[in-house]
């Protein structure tokens, strides 16, 4: 009996190891030329990559990632979507939870992956530097335990980009120097290929993605916007997508011909092949959503090719341009309605497995406001803003977030956070207006490091309401450390007083970025049970230069479990 009970102990051992591994990684951070577009330029890339490498893992396991900066550029690696608990010292966003890995130095990135499985995605997060530092991150379920739909035939990533002739960092640079906007891309990308329907690119479909399929087989398309400013509309032609997983979280499938994926946000779709070989090729599309004021985007559209494999021809040869190639109709560039929609499909599977824990009960409300606004200029300077007198910015609640010069977790840690970043983030707009209607006449925005504190175990319940100002557009908002629900949204300015009674407290879909929709507001609710400093900014990267950000504090709670770890040896330091 004891023999039978220690080999049973055995095999229990060697089941919980199975479960939960360590998976290491090294990153390189160099510059690389690369030709798109006929033109050559250096870029910085991870791994002599462009996408950069795919980090693989499954639900429990630890990643360990050295990243080692060669590059020119302060460097800092964001894990997007991951919820970093307890760990927020391996978030990061420059001056939120570390100091930028410096030329020259490297840093150890640990982290486990907690209740989460689905697809996410990591990229630099200082500056600009995200345009061509980025890659997917796959989670895969623990082992033995299925999807909650057949498995796939395949798995393939979909990584959406932007492509600059032009340095981005100079981009940025400059518009910041003369207040005005940025110049835009020249190119969408998909993994990092333009594709045929752009000058310099349709010769030979060499920088065209290509997805080689066998007929009556399912791919799972784990679906990436890695853009820096645009929304994006993505369909096959004569296809439709069955949508399974949003952000790393189930969701009840829906079937659809077209999809919005705003940056940061990730999709993984089931494209089933047509039963028998078509005798046709089609075009994979995506273009921009935007109700922005012309020219602010890069009105363009990014073609991949789906093709199928002939059985009655055993050659894998290239591809066959005597077929007809079909072409998706995709929405009008400022569709709000086609968003709207699309958006209110979306509910969590909410099943005993994956259930939806939506707080019912509310410990903090806030209400803030999202959009543009405007700086004066220097004095008796020129700008090329809104008005030759203004530069452009944007606020949450009217403050403008200033990024201080030294990380905020760090001055939180230690308790030093003087001089570093004050406690008082208005919980409400200071001055209330109509948000959606006529914009006042005093645009200007407020600077500061303010930040919002949390006790630990909060139940949150934030509305985010756009503005008109300088134009009503929609602004997808991620929020580090945290997943949260989506429990209402809507056009106009949120009324506080009727549309509560509306929320989804049942099954509304679980994210870690949302659109705030043009012209209109969302609800959402976490719990704050991560303790640290959590970073919450648009995911437009024009935006998040002018300002559209803020952060959390979330307090330690009062078990063991329920604090922040201490910080790594090899932090960096500033």
Not at 36 to 46: E, F, P, T
Not at 67 to 86: C, D, E, F, P, T
């Amino acid at each position: 009996m004891a023999a039978i009970l220690v080999a049973a102990m055995v095999v229990l051992l060697s089941v919980t190891v199975a479960e939960s591994a360590t998976v290491e990684y090294q990153f390189e951070v160099a510059t690389m030329n690369v030709t798109r577009l006929c033109g050559s330029k250096s870029i910085v890339v991870v791994n002599g990559q462009f996408p950069g490498p795919t980090v693989s893992a499954r639900e429990g396991d630890l990643v360990v990632v050295r990243v080692v900066n060669k590059a020119q550029y302060n460097m800092s690696i964001h894990w997007h979507g991951v919820r970093q608990l307890r760990s927020g010292w391996a978030d990061g966003p420059a001056y939120i939870t570390q100091c930028p890995v410096q030329p020259g130095k490297s840093y150890v990135y640990k982290f486990t992956i907690t209740g989460q499985r689905g697809t996410l995605w990591w990229h630099a997060h200082i500056s600009w530097l995200r345009a061509t530092v980025y890659g997917p991150i796959v989670i895969l379920p623990k082992l033995g335990v299925p999807y909650p739909f057949a498995a796939p035939y395949k798995e393939v990533p979909l990584m959406f980009g932007e492509w600059w002739k032009a340095d981005t960092e100079a981009v940025i640079s400059q518009a910041l120097q003369t207040g005005g906007g940025p110049n835009v891309s020249d190119a969408f990308t998909i993994n990092g290929l333009p594709g045929p329907l752009y000058n310099c690119s349709a010769k030979g479909l060499c920088h065209t993605f290509k997805l080689k399929v066998k007929p009556g087989k399912t791919y799972m398309l784990r679906i990436i916007n890695a853009a820096l400013n645009d929304e994006l509309f993505f369909s096959i032609a004569g296809h439709t997508l069955t949508i399974v997983d949003v952000d790393a979280v189930y969701i009840k499938p829906i079937t659809v011909e077209t999809l919005l994926i705003t940056p940061g946000q990730t999709t993984n779709v089931l494209l089933t092949a047509k039963p028998s070989y078509p005798g046709a090729t089609y075009y994979m599309m995506a273009a921009p959503y935007s109700t922005a004021a012309s020219g602010t985007f890069d009105n363009t559209t990014v073609a991949g090719i789906l093709e199928y494999e002939d059985p009655s021809s055993p050659s894998s040869a290239g591809f066959n341009k005597n077929l007809p190639l079909l072409r998706p109709t995709l929405p009008q560039i400022n569709d709000t309605s086609f968003v709207s929609n699309y958006t209110a499909k979306l509910r969590s599977l909410a099943t005993e497995e994956y259930p939806a824990e939506v707080p019912q009960e509310v410990d903090r409300r806030f209400f803030f406001t999202v959009g543009l606004g405007t700086h004066p200029c220097a004095v008796n300077g020129t700008c090329q803003g809104p008005t030759n007198d203004s530069r452009f910015a944007a606020a949450v609640n009217n403050v403008s977030f200033v990024l201080p010069t030294t990380a905020l977790l760090q001055s939180h840690y230690t308790g030093m956070s003087n001089g570093v970043y004050s406690s008082n983030f208005p919980a409400v707009p200071q001055s209330p207006f109509n948000y959606t209607g006529t914009p006042p006449n005093n645009t200007n925005v407020s600077n500061g490091t303010r930040l919002v504190v949390l006790s630990y175990g909060d139940a949150v319940e934030l509305v985010m309401q756009g503005t008109s100002i300088l134009g009503a557009e929609s602004h997808p908002f991620h929020l580090h450390g945290f997943n949260f629900f989506v429990v209402g949204q809507g056009f106009g300015n949120f009324d506080p007083a009727k549309d509560p009674a509306k929320y989804n407290l049942v099954d509304p879909v679980e994210r870690n970025t949302v659109g705030v929709p043009a012209a209109g507001w969302v609800a959402i609710r976490f719990r704050a049970d991560n303790p640290g400093v959590w970073f919450m900014h648009c995911h437009l990267e024009v935006h998040v230069s002018w300002g559209l950000k803020m952060a959390w504090v979330v307090q330690d709670g009062s078990l063991p479990d329920q604090k922040l770890l201490p910080p790594p040896s090899d932090l960096p330091k500033c």
